[in-house]
T-cell receptor
Framework: NAGVTQTPKFQVLKTGQSMTLQCAQDMNHEYMSWYRQDPGMGLRLIHYSVGAGITDQGEVPNGYNVSRSTTEDFPLRLLSAAPSQTSVYFC?????????????FGPGTRLTVT | GDSVTQMEGPVTLSEEAFLTINCTYTATGYPSLFWYVQYPGEGLQLLLKATKADDKGSNKGFEATYRKETTSFHLEKGSVQVSDSAVYFCALSGEGFKTIFGAGTRLFVKA
């Protein structure tokens, strides 16, 4: 199992450019999420999905779009990059258990917007 | 809404010292509680968890007890090593799978 994979690892964008961060998991997990990590703020939820074809907004969704056409893939699209979107982005997957939902994280994408 | 508050870092300790990282939470109902660890340049990984009051989660010498009366889930380790240097996140999941994370506490362990 590769677990959760993310590409690219690093990216530099100019203000106004668009791009897609890729995320895939091979564990057949139902739930997938995108977080951004900023210094002193922990992880903040951007968007999440509870299954193929179902997505919803998290805490900080503005400027980002997602789709979930398959169980495995959950790409995050930046529509028009802004310097405020400079951050480290983590994708995570999870599955339902009777007692808790453990998150499995990818290695992250470090994005800089100039 | 639900929230997690953990002590600010960085925490700097010498090898073999005792570690405590405080974590308190606010939640309705009976959330599951977690500690995640992030080593440099990596994503987060689950360190331990507890799913109900008075449960003790443990892993790799780390322990935390779910205290409902004080709404706390403090992380402890009796003797830290240099390899424990990382950022530690307290987290909860209440209704459903959505997880709320604390701000993280960076730990430095000196040889």
């Amino acid at each position: 199992n590769a677990g959760v994979t993310q590409t690219p690892k690093f990216q530099v964008l100019k203000t106004g450019q668009s791009m897609t961060l890729q995320c895939a998991q091979d564990m057949n997990h139902e739930y997938m999420s995108w977080y951004r990590q900023d210094p002193g703020m922990g992880l903040r939820l951007i968007h999440y999905s509870v299954g193929a074809g179902i997505t919803d907004q998290g805490e900080v969704p503005n400027g980002y779009n997602v789709s979930r056409s398959t169980t495995e893939d959950f790409p995050l699209r930046l529509l028009s990059a802004a310097p405020s979107q400079t951050s480290v982005y983590f994708c995570a997957s999870s599955y339902s258990r009777t007692d808790s939902y453990e998150q499995y994280f990818g290695p992250g994408t470090r994005l800089t917007v100039t | 809404g639900d929230s997690v508050t953990q002590m600010e870092g960085p925490v700097t300790l010498s090898e073999e010292a005792f570690l405590t990282i405080n974590c308190t939470y606010t939640a309705t109902g009976y959330p599951s509680l977690f500690w995640y660890v992030q080593y440099p340049g990596e994503g987060l990984q689950l360190l331990l968890k507890a799913t109900k009051a008075d449960d003790k989660g443990s892993n790799k010498g780390f322990e935390a007890t779910y205290r409902k009366e004080t709404t706390s889930f403090h992380l402890e380790k009796g003797s830290v090593q240099v390899s424990d240097s990382a950022v530690y996140f307290c987290a909860l999941s209440g209704e459903g799978f959505k997880t709320i994370f604390g701000a993280g506490t960076r730990l430095f362990v000196k040889a």
